[in-house]
């Protein structure tokens, strides 16, 4: 297991599709985020789960966003009815219990365009 | 709620300085923080991590610090290379409520040859 990944690395698609989002942790990991980044912005949080229960969701997460982990392993997070504002990178990162030890580990992201 | 503020928002130096980041947090009651770079386009890559009980941490050239009287952490970048070029991120979380690592909005470097 060599970190964190995400797929797809880009998506392009039009206004009021639904897209869908996967990340797969470090595979002892029991904690995973999903955030979200603009262009000149730091990354905001949108939701997070300790294995397969979602703990906490940001206001950022309109009910147009819907994030699972059903298994407490990989996660996806889907977006309907995609609007132009929805673009942007969307990072997911891992973490094995408080992040303590090791801190917060982060894919590559998912870069969103939405025309 | 943890606040992050990153100063400067930008910086371009000449190869070879030494040059300091600065990161600000509102919450003293700090967990851990954790910096991180991210190239154009890219996710994020981790740097270093501060424990609470710790004040600096060092990787290389990279050294970070850790002042919670202050809400201030600072990364220093010894003889800089154009190859460090990129965006730096600070992360800081909380020791109470949420686990969640609020970031500021990063310094965006330069290193020209």
């Known amino acids: 297991d060599t970190g964190v990944s995400q797929d797809p690395r880009h998506k392009i698609t039009k206004r009021g599709q639904n897209v869908t989002f996967r990340c797969d942790p470090i595979s002892e990991h029991n904690r995973l985020y999903w955030y979200r980044q603009t262009l000149g912005q730091g990354p905001e949080f949108l939701t997070y789960f300790q294995n397969e229960a979602q703990l906490e969701k940001s206001r950022l997460l309109s009910d147009r966003f819907s994030a699972e982990r059903p298994k407490g392993s990989f996660s996806t997070l889907e977006i309907q009815r995609t609007e132009q504002g929805d673009s942007a990178m969307y990072l997911c990162?891992?973490?094995?219990?408080?992040?303590?030890?090791?801190?917060?580990?982060f894919g590559s992201g998912t870069r969103l365009t939405v025309v | 709620k943890q606040e992050v503020t990153q100063i400067p928002a930008a910086l371009s130096v000449p190869e070879g300085e030494n040059l300091v980041l600065n990161c600000s947090f509102t919450d003293s009651a700090i967990y851990n923080l954790q910096w991180f770079r991210q190239d154009p386009g890219k996710g994020l890559t981790s740097l270093l991590l501060i424990q609470s009980s710790q004040r600096e941490q060092t990787s290389g050239r990279l050294n970070a610090s850790l002042d919670k009287s202050s809400g201030r952490s600072t990364l220093y970048i010894a003889a800089s290379q154009p190859g460090d070029s990129a965006t730096y991120l600070c992360a800081g979380r909380s020791s109470g409520g949420s686990y969640i690592p609020t970031f500021g909005r990063g310094t965006s470097l330069i290193v020209h040859p």
């Open positions: 990162a891992s973490s094995l219990g408080e992040a303590g030890k090791d801190g917060y580990t």
